[in-house]
């Protein structure tokens, strides 16, 4: 399985457990698989950027990242869509 396939499936699952509202959205708005790509061009887009950028250790920029692109637990008070905000 190539590795984008696999963050991929990795984002998935997340969004699967934790965000269930936001992924049933993007899957009735027929946007599940552009939101799964761009997530993880980011996602190895920052993981590139911490590692050979900043040379921050692997282990020490994957905890990074997974804290930055994926997004916390929902709540009942929160109904965020777009998990591709970004703040630039």
Known sequence: MPDHDRL???ILAHWSRYRPSMLRQLEQDNRLQTALNETAERFTDLLYELTSVRKIDYTRAWEMTI???LLP?????TNQINPL???G
């Open 67 to 69: 804290d930055e692109i």
């Open 8 to 10: 991929s499936s990795l």
């Open 85 to 87: 905000a970004t703040s």
């Open 73 to 77: 637990e929902e709540s009942s008070s």
